[in-house]
């Protein structure tokens, strides 16, 4: 067992936030399960959503490439070419995808998302596929796939449902997913595997709104909920945060218990101890924070997402716990998990690797400076930017943001973590927006992003 390559586990939420943990802070929400992963992993306190929206993250995480290299925008189909998963296949992995995709481009149109098939050779070059593109619906959550699941049981089968037929599940869809991944784990240990790993992904849409969770979870009350402090007291933005606060939370509290249910199938397989978990979330949720809601902005509540390699492996004595400040993007999901595994990334892969930081024995490695923060293409929903941007954020405390034909954002959140004092336009700190303005020039010019910065 200790010889053989570690598995590894993704588990994402959608729209999760990273100050929406317990062990991030949260006094509103109990992740008891995440917070154990944390306490006995690695905790990316300073994680970043280099651009705060569903596809281009996704992209991004599969491909380690940045979104103007991959996918730019809303609901624009992730490009042919290897991903991850091929990466991992190259190297004697099994790999599965279950859940939310949202990587074939389509576009929603009165519920059309809903039974929009991916074809087999759009799915990543995962082995196993089971999942939906996009639907935004929790409890009316069809899928389809590499599974036979018209029996009611999710026994995974090669070939699949020849039609792609998208089949109902018949609950919530954080549990049913959950039901599948575990399904798949219970696969990996029987005799056939036993010397093969595994690569998977359980991806889910909540607590992604619609905020509806669970009769069981649903503890919280609107009237009760503590807003961050910048959270205005305006009585309209504070009453739809509290009421949609009240659902997120409740989300946030089923997702954690089905990692623990996760934790657990490994543990009853003796898979645990050979498994790194990395718990983290595509972008986060404003909540009424700066009165604005959703995602997007490059405010914290909207960059900012947990990311937690945990673990109870083979050998803890050598592997890192803790908490650090390292400004992983979207980027270096991908490279960091194939280093975790001891699998040198491809160049085609943009991003850095921090496995160094959890596995001790690696040549330590100077981290980036700073992350690169972008808005491409945007969507024009409700609550999001309308504008273009770029941004960085640093790792001595810095955040600047610009538009093409101004500067937008400066904060310096050593003093000012809650980004109340927007000091872009105060001469006193011209020097220090011109440092990072030029900072940023380099992200772009590095990247080989298209973006005319102003004179400043």
């Known amino acids: 067992m200790s010889a053989k390559r570690p598995n590894v586990i993704w588990i994402l939420g959608d729209q999760h936030r990273a100050q929406a943990l317990g062990?991030?802070?949260?006094?509103?929400?109990?992740?008891p399960h995440i917070d154990n992963m944390a306490a006995m992993?690695?905790?990316?306190?300073?994680?970043?959503?280099?651009?705060?929206l569903c596809c281009p993250f996704r992209g991004s995480m599969l491909t380690g490439k940045y979104p103007h290299h991959c996918v730019p925008g809303h609901e624009i189909a992730m490009p042919e070419g290897p991903t991850i998963a091929n990466v991992f296949s190259d190297n004697g992995y099994r790999t599965a995808y279950i859940g939310k995709w949202h990587l074939d481009g389509h576009v929603a149109n009165w519920g059309t998302e809903t039974y929009h098939v991916v074809d087999r050779e759009r799915r990543g070059g995962f082995q196993y596929w089971v999942g939906y593109d996009n639907n935004n619906s929790q409890w009316n959550c069809y899928v389809h796939g590499d599974c036979d699941l018209s029996s009611g049981h999710y026994v995974l089968d090669r070939e699949g449902d020849p039609d792609n037929t998208p089949y109902r599940l018949d609950g919530f869809e954080t549990d049913k997913l959950t039901d599948i991944m575990i399904d798949y784990i219970r696969a990996q240990s029987n005799e056939q595997n036993a010397v093969q790993p595994f690569f998977g992904i359980l991806s889910v849409q909540p607590p992604h709104d619609p905020y509806f969770a669970p009769a069981e979870?649903?503890?919280?009350?609107?009237?009760?909920?503590?807003?961050?402090?910048?959270?205005?007291d305006v009585p309209r933005i504070r009453e739809e945060a509290g009421r949609d606060l009240a659902g997120y939370y409740a989300m946030i509290e089923n997702l954690d218990f089905n990692v623990g249910r996760v934790v657990d199938a490994l543990r009853e397989e003796n898979l645990l101890e050979n498994t790194q978990i990395i718990f983290f979330g595509d972008h986060g949720d404003m909540h009424g924070s700066h009165g604005q809601f959703r995602k997007t902005n490059p405010y914290e509540e909207s960059i900012r997402v947990p990311f937690i390699i945990g673990g109870h492996y083979v050998g803890e004595t050598d592997y890192n716990c803790g908490v650090t400040d390292a400004l992983i993007n979207h980027v270096d999901i991908a490279p960091t998990t194939l280093g975790l595994c001891g699998i040198t990334p491809p160049d085609w892969m943009e991003g850095f690797d921090y496995s160094f930081l959890r596995k001790r024995g690696l040549e330590r490695q100077e981290l980036p400076d700073s992350a690169y923060l972008q808005n491409i293409i945007p969507t024009c929903h409700w609550d999001s930017v309308d504008q273009p941007y770029r941004g960085i954020v640093t790792r001595d405390g810095y955040k600047y943001?610009?538009?093409?034909?101004?500067?937008?954002?400066?904060?310096?959140?050593?003093?000012?973590?809650?980004?109340?004092?927007?000091?872009?336009?105060?001469?006193?700190?011209?020097?220090?927006?011109?440092?990072?303005?030029?900072?940023?020039?380099?992200?772009?010019?590095?990247?080989?992003?298209?973006?005319?910065?102003?004179?400043?």
């Open 41 to 52: 992993g690695l905790n990316f306190q300073r994680a970043v959503s280099g651009l705060p």
């Open 217 to 232: 979870y649903r503890r919280h009350n609107r009237e009760t909920i503590q807003f961050r402090p910048n959270v205005p």
């Open 401 to 456: 943001v610009t538009f093409e034909s101004v500067p937008w954002l400066l904060f310096n959140l050593n003093e000012d973590p809650y980004e109340q004092v927007n000091l872009a336009y105060n001469s006193k700190f011209w020097e220090l927006r011109k440092r990072l303005h030029d900072r940023l020039q380099r992200w772009i010019d590095e990247t080989g992003d298209k973006f005319n910065l102003p004179q400043v």
């Open 23 to 31: 062990v991030n802070g949260d006094v509103n929400v109990r992740t």
